[in-house]
């Protein structure tokens, strides 16, 4: 199946999957209404999911920098920045983490940058949240950018934190 294909279904599915009520004071006075997950953000973070979704199943490569010849985290969370909204990242989940604006786990916004400790030191792996508790990032050697779960056990243990780096979320 084409890459193209599999992101749209993965970002129609994972839409539609997440809660959609939006209060009338949100909406601006209107009623009460379901509203889809890319109605409820800003253009910013739509172009940067959308990006970074476009990238799903692109294989991991450590110290990887383009989508032909794989990504590792920061360079799937670099990449994606540029090519979304022309924001240049530093190279490493270390140096991202030191960007931005610091926030609570219970603030988390879609296209906020969430940091993980995988390698016995903190801010060693970096992800982009997707709202609902998932987020994409490029995970390890032998495997493909992905959306996963942040409730699983696994990287509950491990989050480091979370930065903002989309002005006006």
Not at 15 to 28: D, N, W
Not at 31 to 40: G, H, M, P, V
Not at 78 to 100: C, H, N, Q, W, Y
Request: glycine content about 10%; proline content about 3%; overall charge neutral.
């Amino acid at each position: 199946m084409p890459k193209v294909l599999v992101s749209f279904l993965l970002a129609s599915t994972l839409f539609s999957a997440l809660p959609g009520t939006v209060t009338a004071a949100e909406q601006g006075g209107q009623s009460d209404a379901q509203t889809s997950f890319l109605e409820r953000y800003t253009n910013a973070a739509q172009d940067v999911i959308l990006q970074g979704l476009k990238l799903v199943g692109v294989r991991y490569r450590l110290g990887g920098n383009d989508e032909d010849s794989g990504l590792d985290c920061s360079g799937f969370v670099r990449l994606v920045f540029k090519d979304s909204i022309g924001t240049l990242l530093p190279r490493t989940a270390r140096e991202m983490s030191e960007v931005g604006q610091r926030i609570d786990s219970s603030q988390l916004k879609p296209g906020d940058l969430v940091f993980f400790n995988t390698m016995r030191r903190a801010f060693s792996h970096v992800g982009i949240y997707l709202g609902d508790n998932h987020f994409m990032h490029a995970p390890r050697t032998g495997a493909e950018v992905r959306v996963e779960s942040m409730d699983s056990s696994y990287w509950m243990k491990r989050y480091n934190g979370a930065r903002r780096i989309l002005d006006g979320e």
